[in-house]
């Protein structure tokens, strides 16, 4: 079971590594369909949500505090499980219904790093899990670390790091394991607007180079319209598809943009998206 | 010349700072100005109430005859270090053993749980009795009483520890595919550490105790060699007060040094990373 994984897994390596270019390198693709939520016997916290995401979609999740975007993002990610509806997850032509331990990543809400590891060891975790060797797990991390921007703290400890740089150090080990889907719950809710900017400006050129497919949960109109290329505007209880919304904005997007009047009038989109499910909620 | 002078007027003030922040050194001087206070009250007391050798001898009587008595203070030492060190290995492994079926069976939780308790619960003075009869004198039975004593911090805290892992850690750990020996190994231990340590700092507090109070009860029969607690009994009923003060002061060195030792170990351990050991830059 587990070596099998280890077998897909180096597989995906190798042909990451034949492709020339990264933008050729297979990446992800999600289908969602009739996906139902109750816990226990209680009341629907997600209902209805039907979403084809194609590979290198870039969707962003907005909705009232409480909606269920954590739980969708979990489901997505196999966490718990789902009460109906199916999740179909394709990568390099195989079909499987759960998706398979390395190939999404998850970024939590505040950094999850262990206390007790170094960066570097903590950005290698994934890879420690799925059984690489020390040598060559150790090498990825400070390639990663190196691509965040992190490289002279890879002997420290989270402590010692900023809010900013542990949330870096969260991505670049969501990044080591090279994902198709990657799959982002508020990771950058708790910094100051500066940082934020500054980080998803950083993701947006990461995503570049490795070409994933993301699933990123926020409550911030203008983070979600300067990274998606997709809005899903979730209303509550349950929480059902209030609004799929397109954000025609080419990539690769940079801080100018925000300034752009066309990405001004899709904020005020989005914004006005949310405020009717305010109103259908009052 | 102007500037010599400056310079070296500089210095005698950086000697004096010196001199001043190591003499307010809270961690030096107090304890040390303490003792020096503590042992002139020591020797106001005999001189003024006129009190016996056989009520409270004088400092410099209990090292003169702690050094007559040396052998006999020496071997009691080595003896109840090894008991020590007995005792704790006991309860460390044990513990540790019995906190991870804690934690990782609701069932052994439910059914063993309260059993530990209750073991923790009755009196070791009480068990002693018993336990010198199936185990007979000597260090079987130290280590067993020792372990009564000291191994109940250790499974309490050490099973608190492995089973309040951090939610968000877990589910990291579920993400990439962990197995459950991985979880324990790369994830639950080292969040549990902190609990386990100060386990370990109480337990360590407690296993000087448990090694002279089974050397009291039990220490007749070990191997011709008696522990300090056996000492004591030893000295006290010969009526050698001064000595049996310095078998007393014997045993507080080892329990300090025991505990210096788990502290140290602890620091060592959680230095880095944890909030207790926060860093001063
Ligand atoms: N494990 C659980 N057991 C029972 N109910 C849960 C559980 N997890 C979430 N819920 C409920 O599901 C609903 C949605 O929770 P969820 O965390 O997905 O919301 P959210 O949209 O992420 O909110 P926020 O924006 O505040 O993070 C809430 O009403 C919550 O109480
Ligand atoms: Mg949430």
């Known amino acids: 079971m587990k070596e099998d994984r280890i077998d897909t897994l180096v597989r995906t390596m190798t042909e990451l590594q034949t492709t020339p270019g990264a933008t050729t390198a297979p990446v992800g693709y999600l289908e969602i369909s009739g996906l139902q939520k109750s816990f226990g016997e209680g009341p629907a916290v997600l209902a209805d949500i039907n979403l084809t995401l194609a590979r290198g979609d870039f969707l962003a999740v907005i909705g009232p505090s409480g909606c269920g975007k954590s739980t969708l993002l979990k489901i997505i990610a196999g966490l718990i499980k789902a009460s109906a509806g199916s999740i179909v997850f394709t990568h390099s032509g195989a079909r499987a219904d759960t998706p398979s331990a390395l190939r999404r990543a998850f970024v939590f809400q505040d950094a999850n790093l262990l206390p007790w590891a170094t960066i570097a060891d903590n950005v290698a975790l994934p890879l420690r899990l799925a059984g690489y060797a020390q040598a060559e797990r150790l090498a990825r991390a400070a390639a990663m670390l190196e691509l965040v921007k992190l490289a002279p703290a890879s002997q420290l400890y989270p402590r010692e790091l900023s809010g900013g740089m542990r949330m870096r150090a969260s991505l670049a080990r969501a990044l080591a394991t090279q994902p198709e889907l990657m799959l982002l719950d508020e990771p950058f809710g708790a910094l100051d607007e500066m940082t934020r900017d500054e980080l998803n400006e950083d993701l947006l050129e990461l995503r570049e180079r490795q070409r994933w497919t993301a699933v990123f949960v926020t409550h911030s109109v203008t983070e979600a319209v300067f990274l998606a290329n997709k809005v899903l505007v979730l209303s509550a209880n349950p929480g059902r598809m209030h609004a799929l919304l397109d954000i025609d904005l080419p990539y690769p997007r940079t801080a100018e943009m925000r300034l752009m009047p066309e990405f001004l009038r899709l904020v005020a989109m989005v914004t006005a998206s949310l405020h009717s499910v305010r109103v259908k909620l009052s | ?281």
């Open chain 2, 1 to 281: 010349m102007i500037f010599r002078m400056a310079s070296g007027g500089c210095r005698v003030e950086e000697v004096m700072h010196k001199l001043k922040s190591w003499m307010l050194a809270p961690s030096l001087l107090w304890p040390l100005l303490l003792g020096a206070l503590f042992i002139a009250l020591w020797y106001a007391a005999i001189a003024l109430f006129h009190l016996p050798e056989y009520i409270l001898p004088a400092p410099h009587r209990i090292f003169e005859e702690g050094l007559v008595e040396r052998k006999t203070l020496w071997g009691g030492m080595v003896q109840t270090t090894y008991a020590c060190l007995l005792g704790f290995a006991a309860s460390v492994i044990g513990g540790v053993v019995l906190s991870l079926m804690l934690a990782y069976s609701s069932w052994a939780y439910k059914g063993l749980y309260p059993y530990v308790l209750v073991l923790k619960m009755t009196p070791v003075i009480v068990l002693a009795p018993i336990i010198i009869i199936w185990f007979g004198q000597g260090i079987n039975s130290i280590t067993i009483i020792s372990f009564l004593i000291c191994f109940f911090p250790i499974v309490a805290n050490t099973t608190m520890g492995l089973r309040a892992t951090d939610r968000n850690l877990v589910d990291l750990f579920q993400v990439y595919g962990a197995t459950k020996r991985q979880e324990l190994f790369y994830l639950r231990i080292p969040a549990a550490m902190p609990y386990f340590l100060t386990g370990l700092k109480i337990a360590a507090a407690l296993t000087p105790i448990g090694a002279l109070y089974g050397d009291t009860v039990a220490g007749m029969g070990s191997g011709g060699q008696a522990g300090l607690g056996f000492v004591v009994v030893i000295f006290s009923a010969q009526l050698k007060v001064p000595a049996l003060f310095a078998a007393a002061f014997l045993a507080c060195l080892i329990g300090f040094l025991f505990v210096g030792l788990v502290n140290w170990l602890s620091w060592r351990v959680l230095r880095r990373w944890h909030d207790s050991y926060l860093m001063d830059g």
